[in-house]
């Protein structure tokens, strides 16, 4: 057992909260993410709730605002910023009827954690005020999976398909990254990187004045992002005018969001049980029919999942920390989960002094420091963690756990942290490590 300073880390994560909290949301951090994401608030609620359960269910509540009228949940919410440049500007959302009119929102979505959430904050509500919760979360978490399944699953199959990296979370993932070198790279691109002008780019970058450039994307794959992503707006961010396109688009299956969406189809479920709100029966059809479909993206012999291009329908093998999220789906079989514990602690590949890294270091694109091509973020621990534990692996569990605490104890509540020395990486006081960092130490 590794002992760990408590009152320390229940001290930094409730003052990082308090500090981050704007009322009836939580931003991410001060400098570098003023406005409300979606999976961003679902983490946080998970943490708060332990401070304040109420204000915790408002946090879910929040995320309501920016539901477009065909159930889609946004991945931000703007927050209008006095004297700044408008962040929603390269969104025009407010143009594409069907947004919501009160707030600006971006046109895609993130990994839907809602139900979760909502699950584990009505926990800890009293009887009427968890009712009332529920009949207000429930509906519009049925409405935001029936988008899902109407817009995003294009031949049935029960699994999502993304049409950018940041529905996914892990924005600059290796796997997305090559995926957008292939498709988003028109020839200004091409010309930024040859002529080596992406470090006079970078003058504008903001993110950089903060995080030191090491720590974060690299311009070029910024600007691919950015590239997707107006193409995206020209598209009014619908799947079938995407389709229509001449030219090619990213479009991926994505394991990680397909794990977490697998495992939020089951909790919405028990949620509209428990307060008699009937899911629709083609709903339910096609939760069964993902749960067979993810199958099809596992190699047979070693069990392990990967994610597929939807336009070329192959499955790329690229290792990263998506290939241990179908733990937290928890719908791979025990042999799977037992192929991926193996796996996983393997101390050369993902079992590192801090695990677990959102990049095994055998991967030719390693890099301890950068974002999510290494470093171990709270996260996805947490989703690995609620995997294990219900796969039995409890050991496990509990050294990511214990070691996810030492890093905050050490370091304080950092955005990610070197899966090597532990160093805080990224953003100052970010919310969902502090929460994480809450729930972990409550469910020790
Ligand atoms: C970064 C992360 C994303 C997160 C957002 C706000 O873009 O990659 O997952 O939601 O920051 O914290």
Redesign the pocket.
């Known amino acids: 057992m590794i002992e760990v300073d408590e009152d320390l880390v229940f001290k930094i994560a409730q003052d990082t909260l308090q500090g981050n909290d704007s009322g009836a949301w939580t931003i ?2 001060k400098k ?2 003023p406005h409300q ?4 608030s679902c983490f946080t609620a998970i943490g708060l709730r332990h401070l304040d359960p109420k204000r915790a269910a408002t946090e879910l509540r929040s995320l309501l605002r920016g539901q477009w009228d065909n159930g889609m949940i946004p ?1 931000m919410i703007f927050s209008p910023q006095k004297w700044k440049i408008d962040d929603s500007r390269i969104w025009q959302s407010h143009k594409i009827s069907g947004s919501p009119t009160n707030v600006r929102t971006s046109g895609i979505t ?1 990994p839907p954690l809602m139900a979760e959430a909502t699950s584990r904050v009505a926990e800890m509500l009293d009887g009427v005020e968890r009712k009332k919760f529920l009949m207000e979360m429930v509906p519009a978490i049925i409405r935001y999976h029936q988008w899902l399944y109407w817009n995003r699953d294009p031949k049935g199959t029960g699994l999502a398909l993304l049409l950018h990296p ?1 529905e996914t ?4 993932s290796p796997s997305w990254m090559s995926e957008l070198r292939k498709i988003h790279t028109p020839f200004w691109i091409k010309v930024v990187d040859l002529m080596r002008v992406d470090r006079l780019i970078s003058l504008f970058r903001r993110d950089i004045k903060t995080v030191p450039s090491d720590q974060r994307m690299k311009t070029s794959d910024l600007l691919r992002l950015h590239h997707a992503q107006q193409d995206l707006r020209r598209h009014d961010y619908e799947m079938q005018r995407v389709f229509t396109n001449t030219h090619r688009h990213f479009m991926v299956e994505s394991l990680s969001f397909n794990s977490i969406l697998m495992r939020n189809n089951e909790i919405l479920v028990d949620l509209a049980n428990q307060v008699d709100i009937e899911v629709p029966k083609w709903l339910l059809g096609r939760f069964k029919k993902a749960k067979e479909s993810l199958q099809q993206l596992c190699n047979p012999v070693t069990g392990i999942c990967y994610h597929r291009n939807y336009d070329e329908q192959v499955i790329e093998e690229v290792p990263t920390i998506s290939i241990l999220l179908p733990l937290y789906s928890g719908v791979i079989t025990q042999h799977q989960a037992q192929q991926l514990v193996n796996l996983m602690t393997n101390e050369n590949i993902y079992w590192l002094p801090y695990p677990v890294p959102s990049v095994p270091k055998t991967a030719e694109y390693f890099d301890e420091k950068r ?2 091509q290494g470093p171990t973020w709270l ?1 996805t621990n947490w989703l690995i963690v609620d995997g294990l534990r219900r796969y039995g692996f409890q050991k496990e569990a509990d050294h990511i756990v214990e070691q996810s605490l030492k890093l905050v104890e050490s370091s304080g509540s950092k ?1 990610y942290f070197s899966p090597i020395s532990g160093e805080g990486l990224g ?1 100052d006081n ?3 490590t502090a929460a994480l960092a809450l729930d972990f130490l409550k469910n020790k």
């Open positions: 991410p951090s570098l993410y994401w979606l999976w961003d991945h993130q940041w979370g892990l924005d600059n974002y999510w996260n955005e953003a970010f919310s969902w």
